[in-house]
């Protein structure tokens, strides 16, 4: 098995994203960055670029000997000792140039990284030379990189030195430790490796096949998506949402893939048994296991959700070609709207939109729920009101944002929902409100970027490759339109492209010109993973700290500021002069009495709640306020309030007495009683109406 050390080790010393090219002549080519090992050797021997560079990671330092001779022999040799001594990592490669000159590799931590830097320039010192002909450097070619010159270098000591190497690196992932094949035998150990597994399952006569489930055939047939088939073909794996993005999460998502494309289980397996061996390793080492587990699972969870719900076959695997048409023309409206909105907060407004069109991509609807919490995870963005002004800017424009359905009584059970309206020209689809507001999939794949990022991927996709001048103005990067981007906005443009390459998202060839891709690298898989758990931690605490907020620290306080603000006004209110607060409480009975019936119970609910959050209680109130009035100015009361309810309409009156019933429910106030009224003069029994006449409790600010 033909193994190439060096390039996990490149892939363990250096920075993902940070590899750029040099010409002949030891210049940096402009504009050229990559953001995977492969993409950047693949620039060797193209145009000018004779290799390439990259930046060490942060515990890693090289010591660059550019001595000739047996001088830069003993200086090289001087400092592999010293990293000896100081119980360092280190590896020694020819630099490619003249003899003598080096590259010290030393893996380095805070303590020893200022003793490495005061060690080399004693060494300077010592040897009567300068900072360029020994420096500790950061940047450097890697081991599998050939020397500008062309010629190519290995490390001191050969094969053994290299593998041992590779062995003790601290930053080389234990299952690359014995290892890496070469790119060219990729093929043939895959086949060679995979067909002993599918022989031994034959010769164990587990007669798999004859229990694979066969798959029905899925209403509108498809093929296998292209990133799976890339997956599968060259092991790079796709970005999908959810937290688990282990090894086991792809080999279930691609089976089911298969299963939607109709693969039978004899083709599924052929499928498998050929795939990179970095695709479906797990699968490939028991035919039988994976038969059991993972395929008929997935052909069984289909075929019941499909029997379930036949529409939903098309949205299993993608929304249908409506729906994909009509979102795609949201996205170039949103880039047109981008223009309008303040240049500062363009990023939330994008992140936002594609967030909620990502959404409707996923679902195949064109409503779909968007609560803020969940926008917060699916962005990154921690503060809501930045959130909650993007659907207020994109509602009427891009769709309706529909309030109604969030009901503050239970807001757990339903959110916000918006619904996508198709331009002009465009077939229209039915829109069903959403079947359900539990969180939706989600990616995290953009959570650790920066926010720029995500608007320059989407440009990419739609427009194509494009240069990065060309692309900062079609993302709306600079403040106006038509207008070029400044050197800042380039500036800007880069890191974000920088970040992309690095994550696997973006690719820069030998010309300069940026594409968009659907992979994501492992290591940016783990970040995201990591900040989409933080968030996710944050999102849990505030919901549960919401949903007990009336006993906690905040409803106290809360509480207790009422309180305050309620004593203030009641000292405010019994400061004033007997005549005033006379004239302004027959000013707000005249206009109480004024307001519609529903516009009354709001008010008294109102004020109600206001009372009851300074920690007031309402019965007890009620009754005290009751115990202050005489009975002759409670019989003046309710014959002033009889005479007026007699004058309204029926239907009126019915309204009047099932809106205070109401109120007396919310609030448990007692219903009015008049064993203490002695009427003066006998007369005529009141009728049931009058019976359920209110007791006027609640006239502006005397009882409310």
Not at 437 to 456: E, K
Not at 597 to 604: P, R, S
Request: net charge positive; charged share 20%; with cysteine.
């Amino acid at each position: 098995m033909t193994q190439n050390p060096m390039y996990d080790l490149d892939e363990a010393l250096f920075e993902p994203g940070s590899w750029r090219a040099l010409d002949a002549s030891n210049v940096a080519v402009p504009g050229l960055l990559a953001g995977s090992l492969d993409a950047a050797l693949g620039w060797v021997g193209t145009r000018a670029i004779a290799t390439v560079f990259g930046r060490l990671r942060s515990d890693f330092r090289v010591v660059d000997v550019d001595l000739s001779g047996n001088r830069g022999d003993a200086v090289t040799d001087l400092v592999a000792d010293w990293a000896v001594k100081h119980s360092r990592w280190h590896l020694v490669r020819p630099s490619g140039g003249a003899v003598g000159r080096h590259h010290v590799f030393i893996h380095v931590d805070v303590a020893t990284l200022p003793a490495l830097r005061e060690y080399v320039a004693q060494l300077r010192k010592s040897f009567h030379v300068n900072t360029s002909s020994i420096d500790v450097r950061t940047a450097v070619r890697p081991l599998s990189a050939p020397h500008r010159t062309g010629a190519t270098t290995t490390v001191l000591g050969g094969a053994r030195v290299l593998r041992e190497a590779l062995r003790s690196c601290p930053d080389v992932p234990a299952a690359k430790r014995t290892g890496r094949r070469n790119h060219g035998d990729i093929a043939r150990v895959s086949q060679r490796s995979r067909s002993s597994v599918s022989q031994t399952a034959a010769r164990d006569g587990s007669g798999s096949w004859l229990r694979a489930a066969l798959p029905s055939p899925v209403p509108g047939g498809r093929t296998l998506p292209d990133v799976w088939d890339e997956y599968l073909t060259h092991g790079t794996r796709p970005v999908i949402g959810g937290m688990d993005h282990s090894g086991s999460t792809f080999e279930l998502i691609a089976t089911k893939k298969m299963v939607v494309a109709g693969y039978t289980p004899a083709q599924a397996w052929n499928a498998v048994s050929a795939a990179h061996p970095s695709a479906m390793p797990k699968a490939c080492l028991n035919q039988k296991r994976w038969v059991n587990n993972v395929w008929n699972h997935c052909v069984e969870d289909l075929t019941t959700f499909f029997a379930e719900d036949p529409t939903a076959a098309r949205s299993a695997d993608q929304a249908s070609p409506e729906v994909l048409a009509i979102v795609d023309a949201a996205r170039r409206r949103l880039h047109v709207l981008l223009w309008e909105y303040p240049v500062r907060r363009r990023d939330t407004l994008a992140t936002v939109a594609h967030a909620v069109l990502d959404r409707i991509e996923r679902t195949g609807v064109l409503r779909v729920p968007v609560p803020e919490r969940n926008l917060v995870l699916d962005t990154g963005i921690a503060s809501r009101p930045p959130i909650r002004a993007a659907l207020r800017f994109i509602d009427g424009k891009l769709g309706t944002l529909h309030r109604d359905t969030l009901n503050p009584a239970s807001p757990e059970t339903g959110s916000f929902e918006f619904e996508l309206i198709p331009a002009q020209g465009t077939a229209v689809l039915e829109s069903s409100p959403p079947r359900s507001h539990a969180p939706l999939p989600r990616s995290s794949t953009w959570l650790p970027l920066p926010p720029t990022a995500r608007r320059l991927w989407q440009t990419l996709r739609q427009n194509g490759p494009s240069a990065i001048a060309t692309l900062c103005r079609s993302a709306a990067l600079p403040e106006l339109l038509n207008t070029p981007a400044s050197p800042s906005t380039l500036r800007t443009g880069r890191s974000s492209l920088t970040a992309l390459a690095a994550a696997g998202l973006a690719l820069c060839d030998d010309a300069g010109t940026w594409s968009a891709t659907s992979t994501v690298a492992p290591e940016h898989a783990t970040a995201a993973a990591e900040e989409a758990d933080r968030l996710e931690e944050q999102i849990d605490a505030e919901r549960q700290a919401y949903r007990q907020r009336q006993s906690g620290t905040w409803a106290a306080q809360r509480r207790r500021a009422l309180a305050k603000d309620h004593a203030r006004y009641q000292a405010w209110w019994d400061n004033l002069p007997e005549e005033e607060r006379r004239k302004r409480q027959e000013h707000h009975a005249w206009a109480f009495q004024r307001l519609p019936l529903t516009a009354q119970e709001a008010l008294k609910a109102q004020i109600a709640t206001r009372r009851t959050g300074a920690g007031i209680n309402e019965p007890v109130r009620y009754a005290r306020w009751r115990e202050t009035l005489s009975p002759d100015e409670v019989l003046l009361r309710t014959t002033e309030r009889a005479a007026a309810f007699a004058a309204l309409p029926g239907p009126l009156q019915q309204a009047t007495i099932a809106s205070w019933e109401r109120h007396r429910a919310r609030f448990g106030l007692p219903a009015p009683s008049r064993s203490r009224i002695q009427p003066p003069e006998p007369g005529p029994q009141p009728t049931f109406v009058q019976q359920a006449l209110p007791v006027p409790e609640l006239l502006a600010t005397t009882g409310v």
